[in-house]
């Protein structure tokens, strides 16, 4: 016996292999009608015809990162130069160049320069937070033809639910379907 | 030629970074023997001292700023294309801006040695960040020296990520179909990426939020750089038009080394059906925009000089055109102004070797027009006691100067070899989308 099988499954499920979208958004409807709403699809671009049917119709929760990390930079950036104008004023008695504690038209510059990096920084972060990388080779269904020309709809169950998806997926035009298991890693 | 299809795409592109030939290894060995010699000029320059270098006073800025700034503004037209142009939804940037993205970030890198070569002790670089001396005191914050430092490390930050960003799912692409050292790059690179519908969501958010944020910084960097000249009381660096003038001549230099590096590359990575003589065409035109914008500051410039009254900013002007380097400046105005108007003719601008030669004395051109403006400056200060007409240029900065182009040159090729230089994602998706409705054309 091999050594997986000790170990416990992590993910299995139907992937079926598309060529054409409107069989790829077809299958997903099906799908949905006899139940199985936890699906992903797998594409190698971001087909709008799809995403319009399978993601979910809120916008994405990167927007806030962006927003609030733009508003912190701006923040900083203000209180930074602020702080250090009126430290240096109150304990040691400098005015540097003549120039009030706070200038804010020269502070705008640091603030917006510092509102572009975190809002950047921070919708990076939301991306890679929200689309849950990194993650590591254990991807159900996954195959290389999806980052070429192929579309996979991926239907997570277990083997002995296996059968009607994959009928399901063959009558919905998928030209190839299988059934995969990846198990949890040591 | 038949007709791309998504599989057609990936095996074009992809081909690109098989295993090269002896011509690109030679090109590499050389751009490496030119930057080890700008690395040992810059060793010598710190074991000697600043002597080496032709600086004196008052025009010490007059190599490294000026090359700090040539730089800054090569950076610039791959923030447009890849950014702004992203948002006008102008497709044809699709297959242009993978480059011209790699370019600013590596021309930011650049330009980011020059501040270090120019202070001298290099290593005491630190003293520019923001944080207290031993003494409480502060970097000041009114300073555009200082505004400089937040700009240029914004900027980079922003464009890496951004470059970053857009490569994710076609290193996921390449991951798939590599072996040996390449898997394991791809693999740790595409952070596992997949493509399902979730990532793609967040991505086409996040690109466009980077999009977002990545526009403005093309206006205010090269703004910001030209306030390091403007705050200061200089004639000739004093003016208020200095931030807009800045900005185009930054697209002009960038737009011009796209057209230089994307002829070559198109030829050596045989990338003829992606990127079209349409595509230079485009590049064409917005040069002759940004080519008569430049001639307008020119001529802008010298009108406030007159207007002004001012005898010092006049005399300076008069200095800049028929003074001793006069003959610097009117082959400026030739090269950025004069030159890309051969563009209006559309049988020019559809000609690869008119594009690259005048794309390259565009280049020169720009460096030059730095150099008029910075350098030409500093020799007429206000005590005509420490005037100084001529520039003492030594092989040391000369070799410098040249390590600085090879390193750029350097960091491309091998980009070219490691990555997709043009878009895999965005080339499909200017593609239609194979539908079994559809059967006379796209991918069906």
Same mark, same amino acid.
């Given at each position: 016996m091999s050594r997986t099988a000790y170990k416990a499954v992590e993910e299995a499920g139907v992937v079926g292999v598309f060529r054409h979208v409107d069989a790829v958004v077809e299958s997903v409807r099906r799908a949905r009608e006899q139940g199985w709403t936890a699906l992903r699809v797998y594409q190698p671009v971001p087909s709008h015809t799809i995403l319009a049917e399978v993601a979910p119709p809120e916008k994405s929760p990167v927007r806030f990162f962006a927003l609030w990390g733009g508003v912190a930079g701006t923040v900083l950036g203000f209180a930074l130069a602020s702080f250090v104008g009126i430290k240096m004023h109150t304990y040691q008695g400098l005015l540097v160049g003549g120039?009030?504690?706070?200038?804010v038209p020269a502070y705008i510059i640091i603030a917006f320069e510092l509102t572009v990096l975190l809002g950047a920084l921070a919708t990076l972060a939301g991306f890679i937070l929200f689309s849950k990388l #990194?993650?590591?080779?254990?991807?159900?269904?996954?195959? #290389?033809?999806f980052s070429e020309d192929r579309f996979g709809v991926f239907i997570p169950c277990d083997a002995s639910r296996a059968e009607p998806v994959m009928a399901l997926l063959r009558e919905a035009g998928a030209e190839q379907v299988r059934f995969e298991e990846v198990y949890e890693e040591d | 030629m038949p007709e791309l299809t998504y599989s057609r795409v990936n095996r074009d592109i992809l /081909?690109?970074?098989? +295993?090269?030939g002896r011509a690109y290894w030679i090109a590499v060995a050389l751009l490496a023997a030119g930057v080890a010699l700008g690395g040992y000029c810059w060793g010598t320059q710190i074991q000697t @001292?600043? @002597?080496? !270098?032709?600086? &004196? =006073?008052? +025009?010490? *800025?007059?190599a490294y700023i000026t090359t700090f700034v040539f730089w800054v503004g090569i950076a610039h037209s791959g923030t447009l294309i890849s950014a702004i142009l992203f948002l006008f939804r102008a497709r044809w940037r699709t297959p242009v801006y993978r480059s011209a993205e790699a370019m600013t970030v590596f021309a930011v890198m650049t330009a980011g040695l020059f501040p270090l070569i120019h202070l @001298? /002790?290099? *290593?005491?670089?630190? *003293?520019?960040?923001?944080y207290p001396n031993e003494r409480q005191l502060w970097p000041n914050f009114r300073s555009p020296l200082l505004w400089d430092v937040f700009a240029v490390t914004t900027y980079f930050t922003v464009s890496a990520m951004f470059l970053y960003l857009g490569l994710i799912p076609d290193i996921a692409a390449a991951r798939d179909r590599a072996t040996g050292w390449r898997r394991r790059l791809y693999r740790l690179a595409s952070l596992?990426? /997949?493509? +399902?519908d979730t990532e793609w969501t967040h991505y086409s958010s996040a690109y466009m939020f980077f999009a977002a944020f990545a526009t403005p910084l093309v206006v205010s960097v090269h703004s910001v750089v030209s306030w390091d000249f403007t705050m200061s009381i200089v004639p000739g660096w004093? !003016?208020? =038009?200095f931030a807009p003038y800045f900005v185009a001549g930054a697209i002009h230099s960038g737009l011009a080394m796209v057209i230089t590096l994307l002829i070559p590359l198109r030829r050596l990575f045989r990338l003829e059906q992606f990127l079209e003589t349409l595509h230079f065409e485009q590049l064409a035109r917005l040069m002759i925009v940004t080519g008569l914008i430049v001639g307008y500051a020119y001529g802008v410039e010298f009108f406030v000089a007159w207007y002004s009254g001012n005898p010092f900013e006049l005399s300076t002007f008069l200095d800049r055109a028929f003074g001793p380097h006069g003959d610097l400046f009117w082959a400026m105005v030739v090269f950025n102004?004069?030159?890309?108007?051969? &563009? &209006?003719?559309p049988r020019l601008r559809r000609n690869y070797a008119v594009l690259l030669t005048v794309s390259v004395l565009v280049n020169v051109g720009m460096w030059l027009e730095r150099f008029v403006i910075i350098a030409v400056s500093l020799t007429?200060?206000?005590l005509p006691a420490i005037w100084r007409k001529t520039f003492h240029f030594t092989w040391v900065e000369a070799g410098i100067l040249f390590g600085s182009l090879c390193w750029f040159l350097l960091l491309f090729f091998l980009f070219a070899k490691i990555f997709p230089t043009v878009s895999i994602t965005e080339v499909k998706e200017a593609l239609p989308e194979p539908k079994r409705t559809v059967t006379v054309e796209g991918n069906a």
């Open positions: 120039k009030p504690p706070v200038s #990194p993650r590591g080779e254990n991807v159900a269904g996954y195959g #290389p033809e | /081909r690109t970074l098989e +295993t090269p @001292g600043m @002597g080496v !270098s032709g600086k &004196f =006073i008052p +025009t010490a *800025w007059f @001298g /002790r290099a *290593w005491q670089f630190y *003293w520019l960040l923001p596992g990426w /997949r493509g +399902t004093h !003016s208020t =038009i102004c004069g030159l890309p108007l051969l &563009f &209006f003719a007429n200060d206000y």
